[in-house]
DNA sequence: TCAAGAATAAGAATCGTTCCTAAAAATCAA
DNA sequence: TTGATTTTTAGGAACGATTCTTATTCTTGA
C-alpha cells in the first residue's frame, strides 16, 4: 500500500456514489497527494480492477468509470446526461440457455440504458 | 447509396459473422473500391448504426466492432481471443425490477464474457 | 548498508476515432 | 443544360483516453 494506492482509495471513497472517471479520480487523489501522476492513477485503478477491489464500467463513446462499490449490483446510463445509476443485482435477472457445453461463461455485464427523471423533465443535458 | 456505401455494404456481407472492426471493414471494403478512406468507412458506418441498418457492438479494450446482422441477437466475447459468438435472443433473457417510475429504461445491453472451446483447449490465444 | 526489485512522475507514444479542408459528386432550380 | 447549393469524399491532421518509456525514487531484506 504506496501512498499514491492511498491517494487512489481516498480519491474513490470521496467520489461515492458518482462512478468517477479515471481523470476525476486523478483531480480528487491530488487533494490527497498533489504530486500523483495521471499514469500512476491509471495504473492502480487497473491493478485494483484486476484484483476486485474496483470495478470498471464501460461507457459507449465515452471514458471508462470506476466503481469501489464492488457489491453485486448493475448499471443503468442516461443516455441524457450520462450519469450513471446503481440497480441492486436482486432487481436483475440474466438467463442465458442452449450455450454449447464447451463454451464456459465467465460473466455477464448488464449496461441499461435509460433518460432519468431530469432528462426526462427538462430535456437532454449535454452530453 | 454512394460507390463508398455500397462498398462498406459489400465488405459487411464478406465479412460475415465474423464481426469486424472498423478497420477491417475498411480492408475490406478496399477490395471493392481501392480508393475509400478510411474515414469514409467510419462515416458510414456510424450512419448505418443510427439507421439501424447495422449494430455496433462495445468491447472491453478494443475497438469497437460491427454486425451487419441485425436481427435480434446478444453476443459472447471470448476473452481468450477476442472472438465474439452470436446466441439467439429467444437464448437470453434480461428482467429488471424495481426501477423507479420516473426514470425511462430505453435497452440492455447483455454482453457476456466466456472462453470458447479453443481457449479452454489450447489456452489463451493473444490479446 | 547495500543491492535488487517495485513503484513512481513526467511526458512521449499509441490506438481508435473524429474532425478539417479542399475537391468531387449529386441534387435541384430555372 | 447551366449554374448554384448541398452532400460526400480522400487524405491527413487532430483528438481523447489510455498505455508505455525512462530515469528516478522508494522498499525490502540479506
Tied chains: 1, 2.
Excluded: W
Amino acid at each position: 500500500m504506496t501512498a499514491q494506492k492511498m491517494a487512489v482509495v481516498n480519491a474513490l471513497r470521496d467520489a461515492g456514489r458518482t462512478h468517477p472517471t479515471a481523470e476525476t479520480v486523478y483531480a480528487l487523489a491530488k487533494r490527497h497527494l498533489p504530486t500523483i501522476a495521471l499514469g500512476t492513477v491509471y495504473r492502480n485503478l487497473s491493478k485494483m480492477v484486476e484484483s476486485g477491489e474496483v470495478v470498471r464500467i464501460l461507457v459507449p463513446d465515452g471514458a471508462d468509470r470506476f466503481d469501489a462499490d464492488i457489491s453485486d449490483h448493475m448499471h443503468i446510463l442516461c443516455i441524457g446526461c450520462g450519469k450513471i445509476y446503481d440497480i441492486e443485482e436482486n432487481n436483475v435477472k440474466v438467463e442465458i440457455s442452449n450455450v454449447p457445453e464447451d463454451v464456459q461463461l465467465i460473466r455477464f455485464d448488464v449496461m441499461a440504458k435509460c433518460l432519468c427523471a431530469d432528462c426526462k423533465q427538462h430535456g437532454l443535458n449535454k452530453k
